[in-house]
């Protein structure tokens, strides 16, 4: 998949696509259903199947801190993108040049000059330039005269809901893991680069592999019993704390993972971390030693939930139904067994 970042960054051999324009934070079911709609048109008409979006978000831009969390970062979002068969996204930065552009401006400096879009596909409510003035109408209106296609997108109900990324926040936020992985199409994950802590968890005897999550806030928050995909592909259970931690003064937000009974360093790595359940919210403790007893409460529930839902650990099982029990891919190991990670 080809990323091209801005407008000036368009090239002539990027003049012919077939298009769609939003935020795709998730890439949930409903998304989906948007870019298989994109790859039909761009097979009929042999042309690239390109997503564009935006960075910051609009709502980010506009709302600042109250913005809504989101679901993925931008690199977990280009790679979901990849796995839908995206062929081309086009990333504009969204500052007050843009957010002043005329709706009129945007479709021909954008889409008919920079792009070239032969075929769109975008929501029946979408509204796009200076003050959200453009709709689906005018889309249609233009495209007419530009010589593109405007198609507008089938909504996507389950439950007989709408499936959005607001409905999977409010999930997510409730604690209902199984009912956002339902939505999504897959179970909730956060991918990171395992970087050096302040070495707490060390301290107390719970060695944490930390995975930062940019100054944003996460969709979850709290302590979850997790199963985590380590660079090598095994598959490893744990326990993991999202949040600012409150009882050591955090600041930006982290995402703490211990892994049981793990002996290994993953420093620099990748780490894949799903949420299978959520063991309680994040509290802030009377001291360290409140901390510790209740984190060790916290693993032994964990390890319950894993022993309880696989007791037969095998090899080289994935985990493909959020609905079912995981089937995890490690090396044995003995439960409870705590050893030098990396925090």
Same mark, same amino acid.
């Given at each position: 998949m080809e990323l091209i970042r801005g407008i000036h960054?368009?090239? =002539?051999?990027?003049?012919?696509?077939?298009?769609?324009?939003?935020? !795709?934070?998730?890439?949930?079911?409903?998304?989906?259903?948007?870019?298989?709609? &994109?790859?039909?048109?761009?097979?009929?008409?042999?042309?690239?199947?390109? &997503?564009m979006v935006f960075e910051p978000q609009p709502r980010e831009f506009f709302g600042g801190d109250q913005a809504p969390a989101r679901l993925h970062r931008f690199r977990e979002k280009l790679e979901a993108l990849a796995a839908s068969g995206i062929e081309r996204v086009v990333c504009l930065q969204f500052n007050k040049s843009l957010r002043q552009?005329?709706?009129?401006? !945007?479709?021909?400096?954008?889409?008919h000059q920079g792009l070239g879009v032969r075929h769109l596909v975008v929501g029946d409510d979408f509204r796009f330039g200076c003050d959200r003035a453009g709709d689906f109408h005018l889309l249609q209106r233009l495209g007419a005269q530009l010589g593109f296609a405007v198609e507008h997108t089938h909504t996507f109900l389950m439950d007989d809901e709408r499936v959005s990324s607001t409905r999977i926040r409010t999930t997510?936020? =409730?604690?209902?893991?199984?009912?956002?992985?339902?939505?999504?199409?897959?179970?909730?994950?956060i991918t990171s680069r395992v970087v050096h802590g302040r070495k707490l968890g060390?301290?107390?005897?719970?060695?944490?592999?930390?995975?930062?999550?940019?100054?944003?806030?996460p969709a979850l928050n709290g302590v979850f019993t997790v199963l985590a995909r380590l660079a090598d592909g095994r598959f490893w259970p744990?326990?993991?704390?999202?949040?600012?931690?409150?009882? &050591?003064?955090?600041?930006?937000?982290?995402?703490e993972v211990h892994l049981h009974g793990f002996d290994g360093d993953l420093y620099s790595q990748p780490l894949e971390v799903t949420f299978l359940a959520k063991l309680r919210n994040e509290m802030k403790f009377?001291?360290?030693?409140?901390?510790?007893?209740?984190?060790?409460?916290?693993?032994?529930? =964990?390890?319950? !939930?894993?022993?309880?839902?696989?007791?037969?650990?095998?090899?080289?099982?994935?985990?493909?139904?959020?609905?079912?029990?995981?089937?995890?891919?490690?090396?044995?190991?003995? !439960?409870?067994?705590? =050893?030098?990670?990396?925090?």
């Open positions: 960054n368009l090239r =002539s051999q990027h003049q012919g696509c077939v298009a769609t324009i939003g935020n !795709f934070d998730g890439v949930h079911l409903g998304h989906q259903a948007i870019l298989q709609q &994109v790859r039909e048109q761009a097979k009929r008409l042999q042309l690239p199947a390109t &997503v552009l005329t709706a009129q401006a !945007f479709v021909e400096q954008v889409l997510l936020a =409730s604690g209902n893991l199984a009912g956002a992985a339902r939505l999504l199409g897959r179970p909730y994950r060390r301290t107390l005897g719970v060695p944490t592999a930390n995975l930062l999550l940019g100054t944003r806030k744990g326990v993991a704390n999202i949040g600012l931690r409150p009882t &050591v003064d955090g600041i930006l937000p982290a995402l009377n001291g360290l030693d409140e901390l510790k007893r209740q984190i060790k409460q916290d693993i032994a529930t =964990s390890i319950q !939930f894993h022993q309880q839902r696989q007791p037969a650990w095998s090899a080289g099982l994935a985990w493909p139904d959020p609905q079912q029990p995981p089937l995890l891919a490690t090396a044995p190991f003995t !439960f409870g067994q705590t =050893s030098p990670l990396t925090d």
